[in-house]
T-cell receptor
Framework: NAGVTQTPKFQVLKTGQSMTLQCAQD?????MSWYRQDPGMGLRLIHYSVGAGITDQGEVPNGYNVSRSTTEDFPLRLLSAAPSQTSVYFC??????????????FGQGTRLTVV | AQSVTQPDIHITVSEGASLELRCNYSYGATPYLFWYVQSPGQGLQLLLK??????LVQGIKGFEAEFKRSQSSFNLRKPSVHWSDAAEYFCAVAPGSARQLTFGSGTQLTVLP
């Protein structure tokens, strides 16, 4: 049971570099999302997707791009890394039910340092 | 917009003692409520969730939480803490199902032997 898989687990970038954080899920979940976790601030939503081809912004979208070409994958792109983007990034997926019991499943996280 | 407050940044308890972690939310209607636990270097694991019905919810690892509408609270409890419970705990709220979760800032739990 792979669940939600994030790669890489650790990454160091120089300011101005770009990179893509990968996220894949094998549960056929429609809904996927990206969060960043910073000390004392909990997790904040960056972008989310309710299905292939559909994405939307969350609370802190600036500096990040996403796309959803397949149900399984939801990559997060940093266009020009800044030290303020040093954080731990979590990808999550869930069933896109309007009602009923659902829960979000989280990946193990990517720890990103921008120097 | 919804918000979540976890007033205790850090709590220390002795092994075997009881535990209560506080969570207050702000939302116009009854939200979906969650408690997650994060062990060091790990992702988030769902402890329990509340959608409707019985306001006392049982979760994994012996945890329970009680939804109190009048107090806008969803406090997490455990009658006897184990050393393995040391972790960070997050309360979260969502307007529907598990989409667009809003998290509290977390409570770090230390368990003394």
């Amino acid at each position: 049971n792979a669940g939600v898989t994030q790669t890489p687990k650790f990454q160091v970038l120089k300011t101005g570099q770009s990179m893509t954080l990968q996220c894949a899920q094998d549960m056929n979940h429609e809904y996927m999302s990206w969060y960043r976790q910073d000390p004392g601030m909990g997790l904040r939503l960056i972008h989310y997707s309710v299905g292939a081809g559909i994405t939307d912004q969350g609370e802190v979208p600036n500096g990040y791009n996403v796309s959803r070409s397949t149900t399984e994958d939801f990559p997060l792109r940093l266009l020009s890394a800044a030290p303020s983007q040093t954080s731990v990034y979590f990808c999550a997926s869930s069933v896109n039910h309007q009602m009923g019991n659902t829960e979000a499943f989280f990946g193990q996280g990517t720890r990103l340092t921008v120097v | 917009a919804q918000s979540v407050t976890q007033p205790d940044i850090h709590i220390t308890v002795s092994e075997g003692a009881s535990l209560e972690l506080r969570c207050n939310y702000s939302y116009g209607a009854t939200p979906y409520l969650f408690w997650y636990v994060q062990s060091p270097g790990q992702g988030l694991q769902l402890l329990l969730k509340y959608f409707s019905g019985d306001t006392l919810v049982q979760g994994i690892k012996g945890f329970e939480a009680e939804f109190k509408r009048s107090q806008s609270s969803f406090n997490l409890r455990k009658p006897s803490v184990h050393w393995s419970d040391a972790a960070e705990y997050f309360c979260a709220v969502a307007p529907g199902s598990a989409r667009q979760l809003t998290f509290g800032s977390g409570t770090q739990l230390t368990v003394l032997p």
